[in-house]
């Protein structure tokens, strides 16, 4: 019941104590510098992601906020094909707990699948991706 009660008085003040930390991601992204970190309002996701999004798409699936903390190569990093040369740890605030599984299933999931192929960035391309079965979201 407290994880409940806790839950739904998050603002967005506390998205970035949400976001992991480099050390909490995966051995691969160990030697990346953080390239980029603060608040990711809806207007800021649609310009700098997918061709198509717009800040109201995003409204309209319930998302109000959120918080960014991104990873990338160092400069003497050799990159490769294969190579992850970014990583990412988002923190989002919604206005309904029943939008967070269809944001992830028809929004962030789908946007991704539906790039696959397509550039993203300078060199580079989006060749595959391979979403995470994950169990437990709140409204599942």
Do not use: C
């Not at 740890?89 to 789908?110: C, G, N, Q, Y």
Request: hydrophobic share 35%; glycine share 8%.
């Amino acid at each position: 019941m407290a994880i409940n009660r806790a839950t739904f008085h998050i603002t967005d003040d506390n998205l970035e104590q949400m976001v992991l930390e480099q050390e909490d991601l995966p051995g691969e992204f160990s030697v990346h510098q953080m390239v980029r970190e603060g608040q990711l309002d809806n207007r800021t996701m649609a310009e700098q992601g997918f061709p198509g999004n717009s800040e109201d798409r995003f409204r309209q699936a319930g998302r109000i906020t959120g918080f960014l903390r991104e990873f990338g190569p160092t400069t003497n990093m050799q990159s490769q094909d294969g190579f992850n040369f970014l990583g990412a740890t988002v923190a989002h605030l919604f206005d309904d707990p029943e939008k967070v599984s269809s944001w992830m299933r028809d929004i962030f999931i789908k946007d991704f699948q539906q790039n696959v192929g397509e550039k993203v960035g300078d060199d580079h391309q989006l060749v595959s991706v391979t979403p995470l079965e994950i169990e437990g979201f709140y409204d599942e």
